[in-house]
C-alpha cells in the first residue's frame, strides 16, 4: 500500500515510530496528485513547496525529540473559502479571484500549532452556493467513482480529493449539506459538528446562522482526530461555544447495545433512489442486529425545510455578500463613479447562482412577511428534533435522496438543484450535529452514504454509533479504481 | 405571477447588481418560481411561534474594551485594487 492511500491514524502510527516521515508521505501524496489531479480538479490552488518545507520542519522536530501533536506531519487539503495567511483565498470565484488572506482563519491557526501540512485549496461551488461543485468559476470536479458524474458539493474538492487519495484529511463547510452530501457521493467519512462547536472565525461567511466548518475524511477515527484540533471556543466568534471539548477518539466504542436509533419515516420519500432506500435501510437492520432498539419516529414539519432553508439562506447571504464593492480587496470593474463601480464589480465578478440568491434574498429582506414566516417555520423544525431526542439518542437516515448525478443534468433548474439537500438541511436549521458515513454502492457502482444526526453537542454519540457501524462493514476501505485504467 | 420584471429591476438596484435584459427576465422567471413554491409554508399555522433568528440559546458577548492587535496596514493594501497614501482609493463619488 503506497503512503497515500493510508489513514491519519495509519501514518500517525508510522511517524511516531519513526518508519517514515512527514516528507515522504506529502511527497507521496504530491506524486498522486500529479498522477490524477487533471482528471478529478479536486484543488484550484496547490502549495507544494510550502507543505514540502513545512513537513521537513515537522521531521526535524521529531529527529530533535520535541514533542509532537497526534497529527503532526499529516497533509490536509483545505476548502477555499477558510483563509490561510498569504494563501490564495477565492471561494472559487471571480471576485476573489486574486485575494491572498492577510491573515489565518482559527481551524487554521489550530492546525498549524499541531504541525499539519497544507498542501492546496480545494475547489468548491462559488461562495458555497450549490450541490454539486459545478458553480465554481474556475472549474468542473470529477466524481472519483465515475468521472461523467457531479462529486456533490459544495465541498467537492474535499471530499474527491479524499477520495482519490490525494490527500490524508480535509476540511469542508456545511450550510446545508456542503459536507454530508458530497462525502456521501464520494464515499468518504464527513461530520458537520454542532453549530457553534468549531470556530466561523475567517471562514468566509455565506449564510452566518447556518455555516459550521466540519471534517472530510477516509474514517470515522480520523474524523474524531480532526475534531479534537479543530473545537473550541473562540472569542473572535461571538456565535462559537463555551462548552468544555472531550477527546472523541474516546467515543470510538464498536458497542450499539441499548442505543436508541430513531427513523424517521419523513426521510423515506417517493422519488428517492430504490437502491439508496435499500442500502440504508439494510444498515439499520444491521445496527438493530448489533443490540440497537430501532424505533420509526416522526418529524412533521420535514417537508418544509427546503423552502424555510431556501428564504434563510438567501436571505443572509445576500447580507453576507454585501462585502464585495471591489473597494478594499478583490476584483473591480473599471468605472466612472463609486456607484458604476459597485454595479459593475458585483455584475462581472459574481455568477449566476450567486446572483439568484442575493436577488432572491434582498427580496426576502424587502417583503418581511416572508423572512419571518421562514424563522417561525424554522421553530418547527427545531422542535421536531427536540421532541424525538427527548427519546432517541440518534436519528438514521439517508444523507441524500440519489446517489451521483452526471455533469450537467440538473444546472438549469434552480428548484431541482435544491433537492440532493433534502435531507441534510433540517440539521443546519436546527444547529445539530450530523455526519455521513459510507453504508454501500448501487449496481453501477456508485457510492451510497448514511446519515446519523443527534442533539446538539452530542458528537461523540454519532461518532460511537458511526464507527461500530463501520468497523462491522467496511464500506470505507473501498477506493475508486480511477485514473488507471479511464 | 408573483412578482414582475419591474420587481426585478427594483431589487437587482438595492442589491447593487447590474443585470443584462436576459438576466431580468430570466430571474423574473426564475424567481417566481421559487417564491411560488415557497408559499407552501402558508399551509402553516404559525400565529402563536415564535421566530427562531438563532438556534443557540446566547446571549450578546461582551469582552474588555482593550486595545488590541490590528492587521497591518501594508499588508492589508496589498489586495486593494487601487491605493493611495495608506488609503483605498475609489473613483470619484460626486459627478
Not at chain 1, 518545507?53 to 509532537?68: C, G, L, P, Y
Not at chain 1, 451510497?448 to 464507527?467: D, M, N
Not at chain 1, 464500506?475 to 488507471?484: G, S, V
Request: glycine share 6%; proline share 5%.
Amino acid at each position: 500500500m503506497k503512503l497515500n492511500e493510508l489513514t491519519a491514524h495509519e501514518i500517525r502510527e508510522l511517524i511516531r515510530k519513526g518508519e517514515v516521515s512527514s516528507e515522504e508521505v506529502t511527497k507521496s501524496v504530491f506524486e498522486r496528485i500529479e498522477k490524477v489531479e487533471k482528471k478529478i480538479n479536486s484543488f484550484v490552488t496547490l502549495t507544494k513547496e510550502e507543505a514540502l518545507r513545512e513537513a521537513r520542519s515537522v521531521d526535524e522536530k521529531i529527529r530533535k525529540k520535541k514533542k509532537i501533536s497526534p497529527l503532526a506531519g499529516v497533509p490536509i487539503a483545505i476548502k477555499d473559502n477558510m483563509c490561510i495567511d498569504g494563501v490564495l483565498t477565492t471561494c472559487s470565484s471571480k471576485i476573489l479571484e486574486n485575494f491572498r488572506s492577510p491573515y489565518d482563519a482559527t481551524v487554521i491557526k489550530r492546525l498549524k500549532a499541531n504541525d499539519l501540512v497544507f498542501i492546496g485549496k480545494t475547489n468548491m461551488d462559488e461562495f458555497a452556493m450549490g450541490s454539486s461543485t459545478e458553480n465554481s468559476a474556475f472549474e468542473i470536479t470529477h466524481n472519483p467513482w465515475d468521472l461523467e458524474a457531479i462529486p456533490g458539493g459544495s465541498s467537492g474538492g474535499s471530499a474527491a480529493t479524499i477520495a482519490s487519495d490525494e490527500a490524508i484529511l480535509a476540511l469542508g463547510s456545511d450550510t446545508g449539506g456542503s459536507i454530508r452530501q458530497p462525502a456521501s457521493l464520494c464515499g468518504v467519512v464527513g461530520l458537520k459538528p454542532t453549530y457553534g462547536r468549531v470556530s466561523r472565525y475567517g471562514l468566509i461567511a455565506f449564510a452566518s446562522s447556518l455555516d459550521q466548518i466540519g471534517p472530510i475524511t477516509k474514517d470515522v477515527r480520523d474524523s474524531a482526530l480532526l475534531m479534537n484540533v479543530i473545537s473550541g471556543y473562540d472569542e473572535r466568534d461571538s456565535t462559537s461555544c463555551n462548552y468544555p471539548v472531550p477527546d472523541y477518539t474516546e467515543s470510538l466504542i464498536s458497542d450499539v447495545k441499548g442505543v436508541k436509533i430513531g427513523v424517521p419515516k419523513e426521510y423515506f420519500v417517493k422519488g428517492m433512489d430504490e437502491e439508496v432506500e435499500k442500502s440504508v435501510k439494510d444498515a439499520i437492520g444491521l445496527l438493530e442486529k448489533l443490540g440497537a432498539k430501532v424505533e420509526e419516529v416522526f418529524l412533521p414539519h420535514t417537508e418544509y425545510a427546503l423552502a424555510t432553508y431556501c428564504l434563510i439562506v438567501s436571505t443572509e447571504a445576500s447580507t453576507d455578500l454585501a462585502y464585495y464593492d471591489g473597494v478594499g480587496y478583490g476584483y473591480r470593474a473599471q468605472s466612472r463613479n463609486l456607484d458604476e463601480m459597485y454595479q459593475n464589480t458585483r455584475e462581472k465578478g459574481f455568477g449566476d447562482e450567486v446572483k439568484r440568491r442575493i436577488m432572491l434574498g434582498t427580496y426576502v429582506f424587502s417583503h418581511y412577511d416572508y423572512y419571518l414566516k421562514a424563522q417561525k417555520v424554522r421553530t418547527l423544525v427545531k422542535e421536531d428534533f427536540d421532541k424525538v431526542f427527548e427519546k432517541c439518542d440518534c436519528l438514521i437516515t439517508p444523507t441524500s435522496p440519489t446517489p451521483a448525478f452526471k455533469i450537467g443534468e440538473k444546472m438549469d433548474d434552480p428548484l431541482r438543484m435544491y433537492f440532493p439537500d433534502i435531507f441534510t438541511v433540517p440539521a443546519n436549521l436546527a444547529g445539530i450535529p450530523g455526519i455521513s458515513i459510507p453504508c454501500g454502492f448501487t449496481k453501477k457502482g456508485l457510492p451510497v452514504g448514511l446519515q446519523i444526526l443527534a442533539k446538539p453537542f452530542a458528537e461523540e454519540t454519532i461518532l460511537r454509533v458511526a464507527y461500530s457501524y463501520e468497523q462491522n462493514t467496511g464500506w470505507h476501505r473501498r477506493r475508486p479504481a480511477i485514473c488507471d485504467s479511464q | 405571477m408573483k412578482i414582475s420584471k419591474k420587481d426585478v429591476e427594483y431589487v437587482a438596484k438595492l442589491a447593487k447588481l447590474k443585470l443584462s435584459e436576459k438576466e431580468k427576465e430570466k430571474f423574473t422567471k426564475q424567481l417566481d418560481q421559487i417564491l411560488k413554491y415557497v408559499d407552501k409554508l402558508n399551509e402553516l399555522d404559525t400565529e402563536k411561534v415564535k421566530p427562531t433568528s438563532h438556534v443557540l440559546p446566547l446571549k450578546n458577548v461582551f469582552r474588555e474594551d482593550k486595545v488590541g492587535k490590528s492587521l497591518e496596514v501594508e499588508k492589508v493594501l496589498e489586495n486593494a485594487p487601487e491605493k493611495a497614501r495608506g488609503f483605498f482609493k475609489v473613483p470619484k463619488i460626486i459627478d
